[in-house]
């Protein structure tokens, strides 16, 4: 019987992992959820571990060009009625590099008998479960090049909105990085030289003025501490947010916070839905398929929800009745999928519905970029305003004594 290993949580939210016996990654996942277990990830141990371990300690992730230009080229050679080996051939002579390598290790293993969809199971680092799996399907619908098909519209689509959020945090990023530093100089550097002539006036400073003057002080006395602190925040916050406890509670915040958990359920319901919905066109069941799905979703607490929908879509076989009591799919997304149900076109209806919230999400960060421009806009002239202030109340109070 196969063995798999596993990464789990437990009824305390612990995270756990170990090795289990089972005929299947769907049976493996019901035996762990016998045990009381939720899992998150199940992996088939080979015979071929060792390369496995070797693939994860050297295989680095390529370039997402790289990537998508093998899908495609793949796709191409194989519809021309290139045979996969020699397709393969042809590629590893077309890249350089790591890829060369990765190609290379296919090439050999496709010559020993192996399938294509094991040999990229071997790198996990550079081709993710979704692209095994849908490899897998292919092989065995013999449909492989309209499977690399789909796999380069969606690594398109991915990539796309994964430059739109970039693009929207770039800006931000940037002007506040330029802020501080400019604030962080002035206070150093340029306040220290002024603190004598507010200090010996007398009078009670102005409160950004004194604001100011307490900052640069702290700033220019005991900045190591400042620095030593902030470093070891932020490592304790990177550990933190790494444990089983502490990626729950930030994605509980997320799902909490009123702008940010509209942003994340919709990325949930086209991540769930458009890989769902290619899984089952590629001939995937839906129980394997489902527990692929889990597996995508970047928020734990919606994984859970979504895992413990599986068991019931499993069961009773309604599968929009049980996404919509999650209460992640918004109420048309679901008729649409139990419209899909009904009418036999499961598949399409999920792409669909994919589709239209991928559009939705990407007007949203289009939306977010749009504000985000005049609210940086306030943002710095707050700043400034609040500079100007601290420097000119002092002054012109020290002008009024003095005409006095």
Same mark, same amino acid.
């Given at each position: 019987?196969?063995?798999?290993?596993?990464?789990?949580?437990?009824?305390?939210?612990?995270?756990?992992?170990?090795?289990?016996?089972?005929?299947?990654?769907?049976?493996?996942?019901?035996?762990?959820?016998?045990?009381?277990?939720?899992?998150?990830?199940?992996?088939?141990?080979?015979?071929?571990?060792?390369?496995?371990?070797?693939?994860?300690?050297?295989?680095?992730?390529?370039?997402?060009?790289?990537?998508?230009?093998?899908?495609?080229?793949?796709?191409?050679?194989?519809?021309?009625?290139?045979?996969?080996?020699?397709?393969?051939?042809?590629?590893?002579?077309?890249?350089?590099?790591?890829?060369?390598?990765?190609?290379?290790?296919?090439?050999?293993?496709?010559?020993?008998?192996?399938?294509?969809?094991?040999?990229?199971?071997?790198?996990?680092?550079?081709?993710?479960?979704?692209?095994?799996?849908?490899?897998?399907?292919?092989?065995?619908?013999?449909?492989?090049?309209?499977?690399?098909?789909?796999?380069?519209?969606?690594?398109?689509?991915?990539?796309?909105?994964?430059?739109?959020?970039?693009?929207?945090?770039?800006?931000?990023?940037?002007?506040?990085?330029?802020?501080? +530093?400019?604030?962080? @100089?002035?206070?150093?550097? !340029?306040?220290?030289? /002024?603190?004598?002539?507010?200090?010996? #006036? *007398?009078?009670?400073?102005?409160?950004?003025?004194?604001?100011?003057?307490?900052?640069?002080?702290?700033?220019?006395?005991?900045?190591?501490?400042?620095?030593?602190?902030?470093?070891?925040?932020?490592?304790?916050?990177?550990?933190?947010?790494?444990?089983?406890?502490?990626?729950?509670?930030?994605?509980?915040?997320?799902?909490?916070?009123?702008?940010?958990?509209?942003?994340?359920?919709?990325?949930?319901?086209?991540?769930?839905?458009?890989?769902?919905?290619?899984?089952?066109?590629?001939?995937?069941?839906?129980?394997?398929?489902?527990?692929?799905?889990?597996?995508?979703?970047?928020?734990?607490?919606?994984?859970?929800?979504?895992?413990?929908?599986?068991?019931?879509?499993?069961?009773?076989?309604?599968?929009?009745?049980? +996404?919509?009591?999650? @209460?992640?799919?918004?109420? !048309?997304?679901?008729? /649409?999928?139990?419209?899909?149900?009904? #009418? *036999?076109?499961?598949?399409?209806?999920?792409?669909?519905?994919?589709?239209?919230?991928?559009?939705?999400?990407?007007?949203?960060?289009?939306?977010?970029?749009?504000?985000?421009?005049?609210?940086?806009?306030?943002?710095?002239?707050?700043?400034?305003?609040?500079?100007?202030?601290?420097?000119?109340?002092?002054?012109?109070?020290?002008?009024?004594?003095?005409?006095?």
């Amino acid at each position: 019987m196969p063995l798999f290993s596993h990464q789990s949580f437990n009824k305390k939210g612990e995270q756990v992992s170990g090795k289990i016996d089972a005929t299947s990654i769907a049976a493996a996942k019901d035996l762990l959820r016998g045990q009381g277990l939720m899992p998150t990830k199940i992996t088939p141990l080979t015979e071929n571990n060792e390369r496995q371990w070797y693939s994860f300690l050297f295989d680095k992730p390529i370039a997402f060009k790289s990537l998508l230009l093998f899908t495609r080229q793949l796709s191409v050679l194989l519809r021309s009625g290139v045979p996969l080996l020699q397709a393969i051939e042809l590629l590893t002579e077309q890249f350089d590099g790591q890829m060369q390598r990765i190609l290379t290790s296919i090439k050999d293993g496709l010559k020993s008998g192996e399938s294509f969809a094991s040999e990229l199971a071997k790198h996990p680092r550079v081709f993710s479960n979704i692209y095994i799996q849908l490899a897998r399907a292919g092989e065995a619908s013999g449909k492989l090049e309209l499977i690399l098909d789909r796999l380069t519209v969606y690594l398109e689509r991915s990539e796309e909105q994964k430059k739109r959020i970039k693009s929207a945090m770039t800006q931000p990023i940037i002007l506040l990085s330029v802020t501080a +530093l400019v604030v962080i @100089g002035f206070i150093m550097f !340029i306040l220290p030289s /002024m603190t004598d002539m507010f200090t010996k #006036s *007398g009078q009670a400073l102005p409160g950004p003025t004194q604001l100011m003057m307490d900052a640069s002080y702290l700033l220019t006395n005991h900045y190591i501490k400042i620095v030593c602190g902030l470093a070891l925040l932020i490592t304790t916050f990177s550990y933190w947010k790494q444990t089983a406890s502490g990626r729950l509670k930030i994605d509980t915040f997320l799902l909490n916070a009123p702008l940010i958990s509209y942003f994340v359920k919709t990325k949930a319901v086209v991540q769930f839905s458009k890989t769902l919905g290619m899984l089952l066109e590629s001939g995937v069941h839906l129980p394997e398929a489902l527990d692929i799905v889990s597996n995508i979703i970047d928020n734990k607490v919606l994984v859970h929800k979504l895992s413990a929908a599986r068991d019931k879509i499993i069961k009773e076989g309604k599968i929009a009745k049980h +996404l919509k009591e999650t @209460g992640i799919f918004p109420s !048309i997304a679901s008729y /649409m999928i139990s419209t899909g149900e009904q #009418s *036999g076109r499961l598949a399409q209806m999920l792409t669909t519905v994919g589709n239209d919230y991928d559009d939705e999400l990407n007007e949203i960060i289009d939306g977010l970029t749009a504000a985000i421009n005049p609210i940086m806009t306030i943002l710095l002239a707050g700043i400034v305003v609040f500079i100007v202030l601290s420097i000119f109340l002092p002054i012109m109070q020290m002008g009024d004594i003095a005409g006095i």
